[in-house]
């Protein structure tokens, strides 16, 4: 019989999403029954079988205070919350995608904006990455947080450039954009919290051991 999170005395954080999918049929060839979730998608709390659905970006809060033990989401994810008191257990291997900086094809305006006026406008729904990016390569950077489609932002002039997630560059080819530097590979992983990672070091090991094998 299949076990669950919960018949390991854990309680896991899984993300909604993109990376569901994959995320139980990791649990699955894992030993780990998936089929509360996937009977009922909308359900977002399954505490009879130890699983919390959540958006990727709310499962470190979550594991960092202890409502979930461990946790899966994308390691963009854990960049940006990059002070959360959490464990980063492995590297999961799905989900890949990279972070770029990319601006509107021909010759690149974020550069001409650095050559002219010594600091370069980036929008991005990663503003800390972003910030670290640029601070890092000595570029100074004013950045401009946005929430919806930010390949719209350098098209209407709002700023020079981008940070951004992608997965193939088609929506930012389709956008009459090109990517102009690359920041980090992102792939789910395994997060854990610090307190749950001792108390329910066996069962937290078990879990590892099996993904790893």
Excluded at 98 to 125: F, H, N, Y
Excluded at 148 to 173: C, Q, W
């Amino acid at each position: 019989m299949a076990e669950t999170p919960a018949s390991l005395g854990l309680r896991l954080a899984v993300p909604r999403g993109a990376l569901l999918g994959e995320t139980l049929d990791l649990l699955d060839s894992i030993g780990i029954d998936s089929s509360a979730v996937r009977e009922n998608d909308r359900r977002l709390l399954f505490a009879d079988v130890g699983i919390i659905t959540m958006r990727p970006s709310d499962v470190p809060t979550y594991v960092e205070a202890g409502a979930a033990d461990v946790g899966i989401t994308g390691k963009d994810v854990l960049m940006e919350q990059a002070e959360r008191a959490i464990y980063e257990l492995a590297d999961l291997g799905y989900g890949r995608c990279t972070m770029v900086v990319a601006s509107q094809a021909g010759e690149d305006p974020a550069a001409d904006a650095l050559r002219r006026l010594g600091v370069v406008r980036i929008a991005t729904k990663y503003p800390r990455i972003a910030t670290r990016h640029f601070h890092e390569s000595g570029r100074q950077a004013e950045i401009v947080e946005v929430k919806g489609s930010v390949e719209l932002a350098p098209l209407t002039g709002l700023v020079d450039a981008i940070v951004d997630l992608t997965a193939t560059g088609t929506t930012l080819r389709e956008n009459g954009l090109v990517v102009r530097e690359q920041i980090a590979e992102c792939t789910a992983r395994l997060i854990a919290n610090p307190v749950a990672d001792k108390l329910r070091a066996r069962a937290i090991d078990t879990l590892v051991s099996r993904i790893s094998g």
